[in-house]
């Protein structure tokens, strides 16, 4: 497979990349939304993407805590108030932000928060699994940008 990394960017202003995610962010000590920058995106963009992923989770695929499509080509930030942007089935099954809750002395996890530049556009809102499976050509660009958490 093919590397598709160039100027495509994610980042938040909640906390800095490689450190921990702060506690209003997370399923026990608030569960606000991180407000995330978006930058990059490659000529035939046709739509964005986000999955925030938890590699580290005892599960055997890891753990999603949120899916995000028809995020526009032109965004500088996630705006869920846009048309056409649509929260997609989490790994709790929910359809919105999970924050971070590792299981209590697990040790540190790592988030992936990752974005993908389309050409194509995704219909419905398929799991993050589903999304790979079924996507993955359609991928010009990703990136990511990884945050920290334990308990």
């Known amino acids: 497979m093919p590397l598709f990394i160039d100027k495509l960017a994610i980042s938040s202003p909640d906390f800095d990349g490689l450190t921990r995610i702060p506690d209003r962010l997370t399923a026990d000590g608030g569960n606000d939304i991180p407000a995330l920058v978006l930058s990059g ?17 005892p599960l055997a695929h890891g753990f999603t805590h949120w899916v995000v499509y028809g995020i526009p080509a032109d965004a500088t930030a996630l705006d869920l108030t846009v048309e056409g942007v649509r929260e997609a089935p989490n790994g709790t099954t929910g359809t919105t932000w999970f924050g971070p809750q590792p299981p209590v002395g697990h040790g540190q996890h790592h988030y992936y928060f990752w974005v993908y530049a389309l050409n194509a556009p995704v219909d419905g809102t398929p799991t993050r699994e589903e999304f790979l499976a079924l996507h993955a050509d359609s991928i010009i660009e990703q990136a990511r940008y990884v945050g920290t958490f334990s308990r």
């Open 41 to 57: 995106a490659p000529e035939g963009t046709v739509e964005l993407a986000i999955i925030v992923h938890d590699p580290d989770a």
